[in-house]
């Protein structure tokens, strides 16, 4: 059996978009990569929580097969987000941000979870991810997500925590911004050269890439009829491709499992981003995701063979 | 043997980007057309020029099999373009537009011409395009390009001449802005109930997509390591697409055709971009776009069997 360990955010979302409101939802990126990975292998969730956070939605989480003995349950507000999105839905203007319980965040393993073999820090302060990573005794798979925020403000510290794993999961813009460079190719370069062996860029509605040495892999985005909130679709991705690794075993780093795993990363989000919060991810099952697979397939099949 | 049309520009570029500057080099759509579509098919150009534009590239265009009989050379000044972009390549700035001879184009067609069963009428004024379509006797393809300028400003008239067509290639964002929606999916529903059967959408470095009633296709960009300069990428991409459309001759409408032509639009852009105006495009030939074809076959490909 695989052991996939999370740390990450979980914690409640205030979300405005072009298509309604949504008030205190429950978000946080370990709750959506979770509930995205779980699709695929068992979870071991680390993150805080305060008085406020429902049990009733950790429970939902264990029966899912997410493990949440590494959820720490404190005095005080559990995290919470408000932002809204414009008519392109691409980015959110945060209107709010309260920290609260995630202030003082000082992630202790229980002791079952040290033999973890695929990991992924979510992103959170790199000293934080740092010290999650230096609890796990033996892993195979180190992936980790960050954002702007680190990128500009612990640079060094970032880069020092990139250089420990083996996938840097990130989004196209931050990516740019870390390499320091407009060209995609020169920053996945820029970021290979650091040694991280494994670049998965996440483009939103256009897809994803994955950068190895000199092999590229390119996928667009499902093109979806219902986009609603796209909050929570970069972990729910990030759930997808470390799930399906996980699942895979130790065979994780052939090209064909690391492409696939970037396929049901974009399959997963599509889901996610049909509804506000981790409502449509919650609805979504294996024979969903397979038939997902499945149109994702159709999408992008052409005929390759003979001459032009 | 195919006969394909095309009607457009030909003219002058002055194009400044942040790797460097090229003034008065060769441009127009159907210069970048031609030059494309003659990778895959013979082509007949229908455009207008002055007094000082070379011979010596029309010379150059006829020895790739593009037919100029139908390039009118008038008294005055050619058609000249000045823009700029900025490190993302996204979007020119238009530093000025010298219309010159194509205020007072009025395509005439040689009788030679009248028979071409393939027809792509390039981003002109809407009445302009439906002059050239009227002159072609029986075609069997009709595809169109258009822009802003025309979206906004004769907006009746270029509904009028889309629904005429069998295929419309339009940028993503002018696609938005014509069907008046955010949506991708949505816009390709208003766009193909005014009766056109397919639409190419053209994503620049995100790929393209194509839409035919319920059956999508969507392909990703090629990742490159030297983007020079962006002019000339979509009319190179509808280039391809007609060009190998027009190779396939009466069977142009097989789903299999119309994806292999949109990779095939992607594969000779991608030439396009990586030196300044059309020297790239002029350097390419059948086996660097095969090679170019199969790096992107490599760039795409996944293993689609099994279950999750």
Known sequence: MSSLLVVGTLGFDTIETPFGKAPKILGGSANYFSLAASLFSPVRCVGVVGEDFPQSHLDELKKRGIDVTGVERTGGKTFHWSGKYGTELHEAETLATHLNVLETFDPKLPESYRDSEY????????GVQQKVLSQVKNPKLIALDTMNFWITGMREQ??????K??????NEGEARLLAKSHSIVETAKTILGWG???LVIKRGEYGAMLFDGKDFFSIPGLPLHDVKDPTGAGD???????GYLASCGSDWSAPDNLRRAVVMGCCVASFTVQ???????MA???KLLQE?????????????DGKI
């Open 236 to 242: 729910s991705f990030a759930g997808g491709f470390m």
């Open 292 to 304: 997902r697979f499945e149109t994702f397939v159709k999408l992008t099949q052409f005929p390759k």
């Open 275 to 281: 509804d506000f919060g981790p409502n449509a991810l």
């Open 196 to 198: 991280v062996k494994h």
């Open 119 to 126: 990991v992924f820090l979510g992103n959170l302060m790199p």
């Open 158 to 163: 970032l880069i020092e925590t990139i250089k």
């Open 165 to 170: 794993a083996h996938v840097l999961i990130i």
């Open 284 to 286: 979504c099952n294996t």
